[in-house]
Structure formats: structure tokens, C-alpha cells
């Protein structure tokens, strides 16, 4: 890296840009390797070591640009490998392969076969990055950039016009300036709620600090099971986030920040450090940011497991150091947020969507998308679907075009039954509801919402009142207890639906459930009583036929409820070949070699695993 | 002899007593006792001058900080959705069963500690089972035995197995 100095005009900021750009023009070839936590959990450390010394040792690296970048979004078939400007794409890349890309992808320009990505669908190779159908229907405006720097190095982002934003704002544009361009651009909160931001900072500019201090939040404490955009922006593009917070800042006038990430999240916390770091060092964040008068500075706050702590009043507690439990609204935390001053609160998503907005302008931003609800969005698309990973969309797309075009559909040869959005708070919709298109407003509609962006698919093995169970069980445990609707109504709710997924449930408790879920709705203190019933709310409308064979027919069709299936083994398949005997945890299963085994029902614990390790099929599961 | 400093006291010294590092420093602190002891959350009491109260409330609110001492490894099952509907319930049951403990707890021994979390984010490999740092993708219930005794066997105490 170039020695850092202090930057302190525009025009040395863009003589840095060009400086790097042109010590860049020397590679022929950039290999950029992912290293997301989910190829990182594929042993792409190893990868990215291997082809460092592979490229020392064939003198390549002069010209062939190494990089370790964050996450590019299609897990699935991790590690991954980029090779620009052919934009030739490797799956599951192990250290063993490197010798024959360099060979063949650096030193020469074809293509190793055995690595390429083949379609699940029409059985074709398909060696670009941009022709795979997983990326082709996507719109990747913040997440393209993930593939493209290493997120511990600025030089990147700044290669990458970064910065370029910030330069705009602070030079050319009044605070109310930024505040319309986002209210144009039709901004809207991308945590879970759909605020409009614009609506939120104009409150927060316009309150009165009786010290003059005023903050600006970043939201980083992503709770939602299943979902993880927040994270990989976090991981792959730190400054893009850094980037819109200061424009924020600079538009309502606030001069502190604080970020406030999960401690589930180790690596999006050290590259955002880094991040913080070598902005600071080139006067990107600190006192008089680039020599334009206005100072920022950004602080990291460690949450501590608290799913609450998503919800503003609570985070704000959890970053004072106190317990995460959330207050009531009327005070709005635009006037008393954090330590009693005006604050302003906003998604990770929503934040790295702001240079974007501020360098193309509303009116380019607001061509994508629906006509309330501008831009992009990025869902995590995971469960039982092909192509699991991060896809970024246009608003308006339907959850079919996302399910099927883009996520390849339901893996397996088994039959879609349900999608949820929202996390927690959201809920599962079936497949007629398939060509509903995402946005904020038609999801709340139909009984979801957008939420953070979990997008679960699950087929005919899940079972839906399991889900509820699934859900309520989480926000059970999750609830700081201060209220006592969401406290009690919880436990309460949990209780009913264990008797329902325990062969115990009877038809009047479904009205109690309803009942009770409107109450919460009611009286909650926050959003999370207020909604935690939404998952219960829409399995009830979507799947009430799934709950009556629970409770009438003690039936669980998906095989799932432990109390109302049996594990039988079938004499016409079993060849005695003892696997299941052995495996079975409790020894339950009795037989002896080469004659068919039986289990033993008082003794089985409905484990599953001789199911799971029968080659024969000979282990019934009803 | 030299007298070294307990890790709350370095904490505190980095980070400054501001309440607002309260939740770094405990996570530090547990980083080295492995739990939060008594005496080192009186310590920080003192010396952030923050009512004990206080301090045991975040100690306790927060999920990720444990009063009780914690095993050599620790066995960390997601819970989150994606892991759930491909079975991650099935594969905590016999983390539990063959562990003979609950999520929270720590075997007699002190070699194992299961906990559970409820997303990872690493939803593309669920159900996953991290134990220590390292992450296991796909998890199914048998396979999570064959994890948990293969670490058992490196510790040198591969159980007389009744299989």
C-alpha cells in the first residue's frame, strides 16, 4: 500500500484516486478470492495462500492482482474464485486445483473445466460469472462491490470511485440538499419497518441539542435467524457503510457515530476497525474531514446475544452499557436517543445505499424498483432451495422470479410449500401468493413483511405449525420480559401450540391463539411483542389444514412433530447389515446380522439417525 | 515475585472506565477466565464505579456472558430457521443426548460446553455446528456424534463406546 498521508482538499483526494489507479494498470489479471464467513467456512484461507505462492513461484505477481474480498453472495458453492477481465468463474475451489488454474486461467486464458459452475437446471457449463443464472436476474448495485475490493484496503474503494459521494456532499450540497436528494429517491429503511429515511433524518436535524452533540447510528445488530446481507456488507465493504454514515451526519449535523454490531459477527468487526482505521488516517472520518469544516468520528459497540437490541431503544441502552430492554415511544429518539440527545437510527443496508443515491442522483436511483419502494433489495435466500446465498433484486420482482429464476427452486425433486419473510416478525406465505411482487407495502398486505431479509423456502418436509412453534419458541426466549404481553403471551402461545405439535391441541385453542396474538398486537411495548405473532397469524390463514390433522388426526404430515410419527423398519428392505443397530443411540433397534431388524418403540427417542443411515430405505418414517 | 495484572483490571485500564465499554470489557474478561467470575465483576464494579447490581444485570441479560465456568471446547449449534428446516433440532437432540447435558451446560469432565445460537449466518451450510472456531457445514445427527467423539478421542478420552 501507497504510505497514507492526510488528505485535506478535494483535488488531493482525486490525485490519491489516480495515483493508485495508475499503479494499478500494470495487472493483466485480477483473481479476486472470497473470503465470506461461508467460504471461510470452506477453507478458502487456504485457497487464497496456495494461489499467493503459486503466483510467486511462476513470477505472476507482477501482473496478476491477487484479492481477498468479501462475500459475493452465492455460498452455496463456495470457495469461490473470480478471474477479471474474462470474468471466468470457479466453484468449490480447494488448494489442490491451483496449480491448473494458474496454468491454464493465468499464464494462459482457457478455462479448467472440472471447475466450472453447471447449470442444475438445463445441465450446462457455464463459465462466466455474469451469464449465471443465480447473478443474471439480479441487480447487484451494493453488492457488486463485495467481488471487487478487499475490504482491509481503502485503496480499493477508492478505485472504485469511493468516496467520490462524500466529496459531493461536503463540497457542493447544503445539509437540506442531501435531505431532499434522499426524500426524492424515495429511501426507505431497509432494517425491517420501511421508514421513510428521509422522514427520520429531517426529525433529527431538526431537533434541538442542548450541548450541540447529536448522533448517528449504524444498526448492525442483525437478529433475524436466516438472514445476513447486513454482515456480508459489513465483512465485504465496510467503507460503503462508513461512506453513507458520514453523509448522514453531515445532513443532520451530527458529529459522533456509533455502529453497533453483533458479537456473533468477529470478522465484520475487525474489517470494520480496519475500515475505521485507515479512513481516520486518510482524513476521511475525524476533524475536519478532507478540509471542509465538518468532523465525524465513528465508534464500534459490541453487542452481547440480545436479539431486542435490533430495536432502537434497546440498542441505544445496550450501546450505553446498560440492559438492552426498550423504552416507550412517545419520547422519540430523533429528540432523546442516545445518552437523552437527538439520534438517528439507521439499517446497515439502508446506509450503504446512500452513496448511491447521492452519486447517481434520485432521479437514476428511482428508476429501479416499484414506485414505493425505490431501489434495491438484498435477501438472503436460504432453506430448501437450490442456490443458496445472497441475492440483491429490484423491488417489485415476484417472490416466484426470486424462488425459482434466480434461486433454481426447491432441491431435490420435492414439492414448495412455504416461504417465509420477515424473520420473527413476519411471516409464511404459500404458493399461490408466489407472483406477489417485494415490496414493503404488498408484502405487509398479504401478511408478511420485508423485514431485514431472510427469505426461507421450505419445502414438503417442513412442517408449518412446527414453524410456529419454531418462532415462538425463539421470541420466547428472546423477550427482555419488561412487558408483560409479550412475556407472558408468549409463553402462553408456546404452551398452546407444544400441545398441538404434541397430540394434545383441541379446536378451541386456536381461537385462544388468535385472541391472544391480538392482545399482543395491542399492548406490547415494542415491535417485537407487537408482531410476534404474525408467524402463528399467517401459518394459521395459509396452513389451518395442517393444524386440524395435528389436532384431529394426531397427524403430522411432514414427518416432523416427534410425539405423532413412528420409525418402523420394513423386513422386505432390511439385509440385517446392522448400521442402523449400531448407530441407534438408545439401543432400541434389535436383530441380529443378516436378519431383518425391528425397533423397539418404548426405547426410541424418534432421533431419526437409523433413518438417516439405512442404505436400503428399509427405515419407514410415518 | 511479579505480580500480574487480572484481566479486568486490563480492561478496564484499555478501554477506560466509561460505562459505555461495560459490555467490551466483560467480553473481554470472559475471553480469559473463559466465564465471568464474582470477584472479577466486583472488580469492575469498583472500579467503573457502577453499582454491582448493574453489572451483574448486563452480565446476565446478555446471552453471550456466563457466571458458571466453561468447558475446554465449546459446541455451538445454530438454531437459526434456515438450519432449522433442514433439522438443526434433530442434530442439537443428540449433541445433547450424547454430551448427557442441556444448551447452557458443561460436561463433569469441564471438556465440553454446548451452546446454542440463533443464526450464524453461515445459513448456506445449515444446519451448522461450530465447535471452537471451527465451523461444520450439514449437519445430521449422526454426523454430529462422529464430530463430538473425534474431538473426545484428540483430548484422549474416547469413551468406551457401547456401539
Not at chain 1, 496454468?103 to 442444475?120: F, H, M, Q, R, W
Request: net charge negative; with cysteine; charged share 25%.
Amino acid at each position: 500500500m501507497v504510505k497514507m498521508t492526510r488528505i485535506d482538499s478535494p483535488s488531493a483526494l482525486e490525485h490519491y484516486r489516480r495515483a493508485i489507479k495508475e499503479k494499478r494498470a500494470k495487472y493483466v489479471k485480477t483473481v479476486s478470492v472470497c473470503g465470506g464467513t461461508g467460504c471461510q467456512a470452506h477453507e478458502c484461507g487456504a485457497v487464497y495462500e496456495a494461489l499467493r505462492a503459486a503466483l510467486d513461484e511462476n513470477g505472476l505477481a507482477k501482473t496478476v492482482e491477487l484479492r481477498q474480498t468479501g462475500c459475493h453472495g452465492f455460498c452455496e458453492m463456495g470457495p469461490l474464485m473470480v478471474i477479471q477481465p474474462s470474468g471466468i468463474f470457479y466453484k468449490k475451489v480447494s488448494p489442490e486445483d491451483i496449480e491448473n488454474i494458474v496454468e491454464a486461467s493465468l499464464k494462459g486464458n482457457k478455462v479448467v473445466e472440472e471447475l466450472v459452475y453447471e447449470d442444475p437446471v438445463s445441465g450446462e457449463d457455464i463459465k462466466k460469472e455474469s451469464q449465471i443464472p443465480f447473478y443474471k436476474k439480479q441487480k447487484r448495485l451494493l453488492m457488486s462491490m463485495n467481488g471487487k475490493i478487499d475490504p482491509c484496503n481503502i485503496e480499493d474503494y477508492l478505485a472504485q470511485d469511493g468516496y467520490s459521494a462524500l466529496v459531493k456532499t461536503l463540497f457542493e450540497m447544503e445539509p437540506t440538499e442531501v435531505i431532499d436528494e434522499v426524500e426524492n429517491a424515495g429511501l426507505r429503511g431497509r432494517g425491517g419497518a420501511g421508514v421513510p429515511t428521509a422522514s427520520k433524518w429531517k426529525a433529527a436535524r431538526k431537533a434541538i441539542a442542548r450541548d450541540g452533540i447529536k448522533y448517528v447510528l449504524c444498526n448492525a445488530d442483525e437478529g433475524d435467524p436466516g438472514a445476513y446481507m447486513d454482515r456480508s456488507l459489513l465483512e465485504g465493504n465496510p467503507h460503503a457503510v462508513l461512506e453513507g454514515m458520514i453523509i448522514g451526519a453531515y445532513a443532520i449535523g451530527a458529529n459522533e457515530g456509533y455502529i453497533y454490531v453483533r458479537h456473533e459477527y468477529p470478522l465484520a468487526v475487525d474489517n470494520l476497525l480496519v475500515a475505521i482505521d485507515q479512513a481516520r488516517e486518510l482524513n476521511l472520518l475525524g476533524d475536519d474531514i478532507l478540509g471542509s469544516g465538518f468532523s465525524f468520528d465513528i465508534n464500534v459497540s459490541i453487542g452481547g446475544g440480545a436479539f431486542v437490541c435490533g430495536e432502537s431503544t434497546a440498542l441505544m441502552a445496550s450501546i450505553e452499557g446498560r440492559i438492552g430492554e426498550p423504552r416507550v415511544k412517545h419520547i422519540h429518539t430523533a429528540e432523546k436517543g442516545l445518552y437523552q440527545r437527538p439520534t438517528n437510527l439507521n439499517n446497515v443496508e439502508t446506509w450503504a445505499n446512500v452513496s448511491l443515491i447521492i452519486n447517481q442522483g434520485a432521479a437514476k436511483y428511482k428508476r429501479v424498483g416499484t414506485k414505493n419502494s425505490t431501489g434495491t433489495k438484498i435477501f438472503s435466500l436460504v432453506g430448501a432451495i437450490n442456490n443458496t446465498g445472497l441475492v440483491e433484486v429490484p423491488m417489485g420482482i415476484t417472490l416466484r422470479e426470486i424462488i425459482y429464476d434466480i434461486g433454481g427452486g426447491v432441491p431435490k425433486g420435492k414439492k414448495f410449500k412455504a416461504v417465509q419473510t420477515g424473520g420473527p416478525s413476519g411471516g409464511c406465505l404459500p404458493e399461490s401468493l408466489l407472483d406477489t411482487p417485494v415490496d414493503f407495502d404488498r408484502l405487509y398486505d398479504v401478511g408478511s413483511m420485508m423485514g431485514s431479509g431472510g427469505m426461507i423456502v421450505m419445502d414438503e418436509g417442513t412442517c408449518m405449525v412446527d414453524i410456529a412453534r419454531y418462532f415462538v419458541d425463539f421470541l420466547c426466549d428472546e423477550s427482555c420480559g419488561k412487558c408483560v404481553p409479550c412475556r407472558e403471551g408468549l409463553k402462553q402461545m408456546l404452551y398452546i401450540i407444544e400441545d398441538i405439535t404434541e397430540g394434545r391441541g383441541t379446536l378451541e385453542q386456536l381461537d385462544l391463539l388468535k385472541e391472544l396474538a391480538e392482545v399482543m398486537r395491542d399492548t406490547s411495548l415494542c415491535g417485537l411483542g407487537q408482531t410476534a405473532a404474525n408467524p402463528v397469524l399467517s401459518t394459521l390463514e395459509y396452513f389451518e389444514n395442517e393444524y386440524l390433522e395435528h389436532i384431529k388426526m394426531k397427524k403430522c404430515r411432514a414427518g416432523v412433530c416427534k410425539s405423532l410419527i413412528t420409525f418402523n423398519i420394513n423386513p422386505k428392505k432390511c439385509t440385517g447389515c446392522m448400521r442402523c443397530r449400531k448407530a441407534c443411540p438408545v439401543g432400541a433397534i434389535k436383530g441380529k446380522k443378516k436378519e431383518a431388524h425391528i425397533i423397539v418403540q418404548e426405547k426410541c427417542e424418534k432421533c431419526g439417525i437409523c433413518f438417516e443411515v439405512c442404505e436400503y430405505k428399509a427405515v419407514v418414517r410415518k | 515475585m511479579k505480580k500480574e495484572l487480572s484481566p479486568e483490571v486490563v480492561a478496564v485500564e484499555k478501554h477506560g472506565a466509561e460505562r459505555s465499554h461495560l459490555i467490551r470489557i466483560l467480553h473481554e474478561v470472559q475471553r480469559e477466565y473463559n466465564y465471568l467470575p464474582e470477584k472479577a465483576l466486583r472488580n469492575i464494579a469498583a472500579m467503573m464505579d457502577i453499582s454491582l447490581v448493574d453489572v451483574y444485570g448486563v452480565a446476565t441479560f446478555f446471552r453471550s456472558f456466563s457466571l458458571e465456568p466453561k468447558g475446554k471446547h465449546m459446541v455451538t449449534c445454530c438454531m437459526g430457521t434456515a438450519c432449522h428446516v433442514r433439522n438443526s433440532g434433530g442434530v442439537l437432540d443428540e449433541a445433547k443426548r450424547h454430551l448427557g447435558i442441556e444448551p447452557g451446560e458443561t460436561t463433569g469432565d469441564m471438556l465440553f460446553s454446548l451452546e446454542t445460537v440463533n443464526c450464524l449466518g453461515a445459513c448456506a451450510l445449515g444446519p451448522v455446528v461450530v465447535v471452537d472456531d471451527k465451523y461444520y457445514g450439514e449437519m445430521t445427527p449422526a454426523r454430529v456424534r462422529k464430530v463430538l467423539k473425534k474431538v473426545a478421542e484428540e483430548e484422549g478420552r474416547g469413551q468406551d463406546d457401547q456401539d
